[in-house]
């Protein structure tokens, strides 16, 4: 008898034991999504909103382009998709097509992505870290995140990276549905600084940080070293109806014995005459380079060759408002406020200097977009 009841315990044992691994492998099935099926992803120009991969570029516009700058419009910086799920834990996995790194950029900021999330509640942006793992298929797995109904989640992709595929999954028994959130964009053209270039994560480019103070997408084409301020990026941007445009190309335009002051002078005189052609009362925003004026600075000579080109932008904007040019704004290195805490290698901002970028942007768009 005792034996018998022993058998008998043993066999329950081993029957919980088994529906409890089964419940566990029923609530790790997973079911995926992918972005582009169902014309999720945005921070991107109108022409786009219905592309087949995760460039920046449309192929119309690629035989009009230096090949350098259409190789950098395939990177995926500024993209990010909206959707909301009951899941506690989202997994992302997706290839990308380049390395992984840069000497003075990590793996999560130039190949990772970077999961936000707004409380509609409580009116505020909350983040999650993923567990990630960097191989031919590249993982975030963001694991006990809660139970978050009243939130929008935001995924960043990739600032300097092409994304070949990528797919969300969540367990096979929670709901998911992809937002997406039609708004006037603020659209930046400029060089490896909006790219992304030097932030440790994607939700800390300071287009993306300035996109979470604002209901508008942003869209960034950051060219890294190649934003020039090039007619046919300009007049594809023309053709965008926003709520704002920054211009901010001045770290790729330096005075040399190929580009005079007269030369820079014309560039930015042609871009702002451009823009304002079919947008007549669409904010335009004019910036010198964040690091012509960085206090405690010991490299003399790279501040003085940044501040010739800076001290241009300057009185180019001083002449076209004299000219009766509206609604065109400047933000100098000063407002930009970068010390030398704030960037990697001078040139480009680390975390710290994004944070000041963005916020000397905000402050000028509160102003514009009340």
Same mark, same amino acid.
């Given at each position: 008898?005792?034996?018998?009841?022993?058998?008998?315990?043993e066999s329950l044992?081993?029957?919980?034991?088994?529906?409890?691994?089964?419940?566990?492998?029923?609530?790790?099935?997973? +079911? =995926?999504?992918?972005?582009?099926?169902?014309?999720?992803?945005?921070?991107?120009?109108?022409?786009?909103?219905?592309?087949?991969?995760?460039?920046?570029?449309?192929?119309?516009?690629?035989?009009?382009?230096?090949?350098?700058?259409?190789?950098?419009?395939?990177?995926?910086?500024?993209? $990010?998709?909206?959707?909301?799920?009951?899941?506690?834990?989202?997994?992302?996995?997706?290839?990308?097509?380049?390395?992984?790194?840069?000497?003075?950029?990590?793996?999560?900021?130039?190949?990772?992505?970077?999961?936000?999330?707004?409380?509609?509640?409580?009116?505020?942006?909350?983040?999650?870290?993923?567990? =990630?793992?960097?191989?031919?298929?590249?993982? =975030?797995?963001?694991?006990?995140?809660?139970?978050?109904?009243?939130?929008?989640?935001?995924?960043?992709?990739?600032? =300097?990276?092409?994304?070949?595929?990528?797919?969300?999954?969540?367990?096979?028994?929670?709901?998911? +549905?992809?937002?997406?959130?039609?708004?006037?964009?603020?659209?930046? $053209?400029?060089?490896?600084?909006?790219?992304?270039?030097?932030?440790?994560?994607?939700?800390?480019?300071?287009?993306?940080?300035?996109?979470?103070?604002?209901?508008?997408?942003?869209?960034?084409?950051?060219?890294?070293?190649?934003?020039?301020?090039?007619?046919?990026?300009?007049?594809?941007?023309?053709?965008?109806?926003?709520?704002?445009?920054?211009?901010?190309?001045?770290?790729?335009?330096?005075?040399?014995?190929?580009?005079?002051?007269?030369?820079?002078?014309?560039?930015?005189?042609?871009?702002?005459?451009?823009?304002?052609?079919?947008?007549?009362?669409?904010?335009?925003?004019?910036?010198?380079?964040?690091?012509?004026?960085?206090?405690?600075?010991?490299?003399?000579?790279?501040?003085?060759?940044?501040?010739?080109?800076?001290?241009?932008?300057?009185?180019?904007?001083?002449?076209?408002?004299?000219?009766?040019?509206?609604?065109? $704004?400047?933000?100098?290195? +000063?407002?930009?406020?970068?010390?030398?805490?704030?960037?990697?290698?001078?040139?480009h901002p680390n975390?710290?200097?994004?944070?000041?970028?963005?916020?000397? $942007?905000?402050?000028?768009?509160?102003?514009?977009?009340?």
């Amino acid at each position: 008898m005792i034996l018998k009841n022993i058998l008998l315990r043993e066999s329950l044992l081993c029957s919980l034991f088994c529906l409890v691994g089964l419940s566990v492998a029923i609530a790790q099935t997973k +079911k =995926y999504f992918n972005p582009l099926t169902d014309n999720a992803v945005q921070g991107r120009l109108e022409v786009l909103n219905s592309a087949s991969d995760y460039g920046r570029l449309p192929h119309a516009i690629q035989s009009s382009v230096r090949e350098a700058v259409w190789h950098l419009g395939t990177n995926s910086a500024g993209l $990010y998709v909206e959707f909301q799920t009951e899941a506690d834990s989202i997994q992302v996995c997706y290839k990308v097509k380049h390395g992984l790194n840069m000497p003075h950029m990590p793996t999560t900021g130039v190949s990772g992505v970077d999961l936000y999330s707004f409380d509609k509640s409580n009116k505020r942006w909350e983040w999650a870290f993923g567990q =990630y793992q960097f191989k031919d298929t590249v993982t =975030y797995n963001f694991n006990n995140i809660g139970v978050n109904k009243n939130h929008v989640y935001r995924l960043y992709l990739p600032l =300097y990276n092409t994304v070949d595929w990528l797919e969300i999954g969540v367990a096979e028994n929670k709901d998911f +549905k992809f937002i997406k959130t039609q708004s006037k964009p603020i659209v930046v $053209y400029g060089t490896s600084i909006a790219h992304g270039a030097c932030a440790t994560r994607p939700g800390l480019a300071w287009t993306n940080i300035l996109g979470r103070s604002f209901p508008n997408e942003i869209i960034n084409l950051g060219f890294s070293g190649n934003g020039r301020l090039e007619q046919p990026l300009l007049d594809l941007i023309n053709a965008e109806e926003a709520e704002a445009f920054i211009l901010d190309c001045i770290p790729n335009l330096a005075i040399t014995k190929s580009r005079s002051e007269a030369q820079l002078d014309s560039l930015i005189t042609n871009a702002v005459k451009t823009l304002r052609m079919k947008h007549p009362n669409t904010p335009i925003i004019l910036a010198e380079h964040s690091s012509a004026e960085t206090p405690g600075f010991q490299n003399r000579h790279t501040m003085e060759e940044y501040g010739r080109s800076s001290k241009v932008t300057n009185a180019t904007y001083q002449k076209l408002k004299k000219a009766g040019i509206k609604k065109l $704004y400047f933000i100098s290195a +000063k407002d930009f406020g970068l010390d030398i805490e704030s960037t990697v290698d001078y040139a480009h901002p680390n975390d710290i200097g994004m944070m000041k970028i963005s916020h000397a $942007y905000s402050e000028v768009l509160r102003t514009l977009l009340k």
